[in-house]
């Protein structure tokens, strides 16, 4: 639910100051992560981040955007780590010969 100055509407209503403030709050965490706005494709998982820490009280847009590319960047970190763990490469000694990208680690008879 998201917070509002006026908690008995329903539904909840945000004001347009609070939305220039998500506004401002979503574009300083895009320009401190070096993309865009709009056009990233993650885009809407930062926004979801900035909306959190605005429902948990936070009001300062150096604060949230600050906060929102920090966690952006472990899960985008997060992300690339798993994928290429979870990445299976033949092993080039036998047709059913697996290893894990990165860790040379094999799974024989993985198919």
Partial sequence: MLLTRNPKASPPLLLADDWIL??????????????????H?????LAKQVLRLFNL???DIAIIAAVAAQTERAQAYQS??????????????GGRQYRLSGCGASLDGYH
Avoid: F, I, M, W
């Fill in 41 to 45: 494709r993650y885009s809407d998982r």
């Fill in 57 to 59: 009280g936070h009001r």
């Fill in 80 to 93: 690339y780590s798993l994928n290429k763990l979870l990445t299976l490469v033949p092993s080039n000694e």
């Fill in 22 to 39: 998500l506004q401002a709050a979503h574009d300083a965490a895009s320009k401190n992560l070096g993309r865009s706005p709009t056009g």
